[in-house]
């Protein structure tokens, strides 16, 4: 898949909002080493050193053009281009901290347990992931992929939702973590400009589809989810849209 940075910086305020209350949330120990998975534009690596400023930080991204901007938001950290289902680290690190990266990953019953093994004794795994798929901006991702001449090139990728409840990240966690904090926030974000919903998804979860097309059938698959997108979510009197998201978020401590 390819990322435009650029595209998924277009609402940077709304999508740093839950990377900082994630990072906010880790409580202070010493920390010495930090992996910032799914690092993307490097908005987010540049605060978590700016926290544990003595600390070693690596940045782990897979996308070539976010790397390449991370380098120059946070050129003091280290990068590392890498697919992160590949990701085996030889050494163990204080803090890994994933935001918004890891639903895009599968097998949650196995990659949750594994990323755990690799934070040292003491230290945490801060995750958050999006857990809005189910909401009408990208159930109509769905819909208009499964009614169109393009259905049979994208349907596959019409898949259930990659994020579970709660609780399935509990039970997942609970035999190797001391604490364990996991919570949902949804948050009204509103957004401003023309047909703000679609601009959001096309930064991310739209991606996978339009990647896949070209030509008329791009331009047509992005103008159908648009129509359908701007009807379920319309402009208040003031001009603004608002755009209600779920975001899961998990703090776990490693037992000593």
Known sequence: MVWNPQQYLKFS??????????????????????????AGAGNVTKLIKER??????????????MVAAGRKAA???????????????????????????LHWLPDHERLFPALMEKVA???????????????????LIAETALNG??????????TPPPVREPGFY????????????????????????????????KGTWLTRYMDVL????????????GERVAKAYPRNAQGQTLFPFRRLFIVAQRKA
Do not use: C
């Not at 709304?14 to 910032?36: G, N, Q, Y």
């Not at 281009?81 to 994933?98: C, E, F, H, M, T």
């Open 13 to 38: 305020g709304h999508r740093l909002r839950p990377a900082v209350d994630l990072l906010m949330r880790i409580p202070d120990f010493e920390v010495k080493t930090v992996a910032d998975l799914g």
């Open 52 to 65: 544990w400023p003595d600390a070693s930080v690596v940045g782990v991204e897979g996308s070539a053009e």
């Open 75 to 101: 050129p003091e950290v280290e990068w590392l281009q890498q697919d992160l289902g590949a990701w085996r680290p030889a050494n163990k690190y204080n803090v890994i901290y994933s935001n918004a990266a």
């Open 121 to 139: 004794p003491g230290g945490i795994l801060a995750v958050q992931m999006p857990r809005n798929f189910e909401a009408p901006s990208h159930l």
């Open 149 to 158: 001449p393009w259905r049979s090139r994208v349907e596959h990728l019409v």
């Open 170 to 201: 509990h039970g997942l966690l609970a035999s190797q973590a001391a604490n364990i904090d996991i919570w949902e926030t949804e948050y009204l974000q509103v957004l401003e400009g023309e047909n703000p919903v679609k601009e959001w998804t």
């Open 214 to 225: 070209d030509g008329p059938d791009r331009a047509a698959f992005e103008a159908a989810y």
